[in-house]
């Protein structure tokens, strides 16, 4: 079993959440089911965007993105998520976040 988790920066706020919070009752089911599919091991529309981050493509709407890293084999941190019109600095973010992440472990 994967286990998901957000990152939690060290003001303790959650980029996911903020970012998940904001979304409209449909999209958030939508991400909500690829997240689960994710926790279930289902990779299928996943790539890797470098240094160990990952995206998840949900195909609604804008094209929502979920941004990630694995931290071993069964553990998954959630660290934002965005659009494909915001895709570039979404991935910026998230990318910095995940070596924050790395940094505080």
Request: net charge positive; aromatic share 12%; with cysteine.
């Amino acid at each position: 079993m994967i286990i998901l988790q957000e990152y939690i920066t060290v003001d303790g706020s959650s980029p996911f959440a903020k970012w998940f919070n904001q979304l409209d009752p449909q999209a958030a089911a939508k991400v909500t089911v690829y997240i689960t599919r994710i926790g279930n091991g289902n990779f299928s529309r996943v790539e890797g965007v470098g240094n160990g981050v990952f995206e998840c493509k949900i195909d609604f709407g804008p094209g929502y993105r979920v941004y990630f890293g694995k931290d071993g084999e069964k553990l998954i941190v959630l660290l934002g998520g965005g659009t494909k019109k915001r895709q570039q600095n979404d991935i910026r973010n998230a990318l910095h976040l995940w070596q924050e992440y790395k940094k505080r472990k």
